[in-house]
Nanobody, 120 residues
Framework: VQLQASGGGLVQAGGYLRLSCAAS????????MGWYRQPPGKEREWVAA????????SVRPSVKGRFTILRDSAKYTMYLQMNNLRPEDTAVYYC??????????????WGQGTQVTVSS
């Protein structure tokens, strides 16, 4: 499985961005996809996850009500709609994918990361 993330950029506080993560290769084996982020000088943290059928999704409390995780199962693509962005959302965002034999919240497959910078 290969993951290609895109959509990062520089935005002012209160703005929005939409990240995308396209899966290829053995994408049909994916059961869960998710997003992680790594703020400057901090550890990588989980942000959101969604099952490939879209039935189950969750986001971390600090982004609830602002971030929405979506997927297009036909295209094996996942999105993270980020609204009302805050400076503390500044981080490199990574997409993640798991297959049936992996931890659903942290699979073995990672995208290359996309930078999100929110200015105050």
């Amino acid at each position: 499985v290969q993951l290609q993330a895109s959509g990062g950029g520089l935005v002012q506080a209160g703005g929005y961005l939409r990240l995308s993560c396209a899966a290829s290769g053995d994408a049909v084996s994916i059961t869960t996809m998710g997003w992680y982020r790594q703020p400057p000088g901090k550890e990588r943290e989980w942000v959101a996850a969604i099952t490939i059928d879209g039935d189950t999704k969750s986001v971390r409390p600090s982004v609830k009500g602002r971030f929405t995780i979506l997927r297009d199962s036909a295209k094996y693509t996942m999105y993270l709609q980020m609204n009302n962005l805050r400076p503390e959302d500044t981080a490199v965002y990574y997409c993640n994918a798991a297959t049936r034999d992996m931890d659903p919240l942290m699979g073995d497959y990672w995208g290359q990361g996309t930078q999100v910078t929110v200015s105050s």
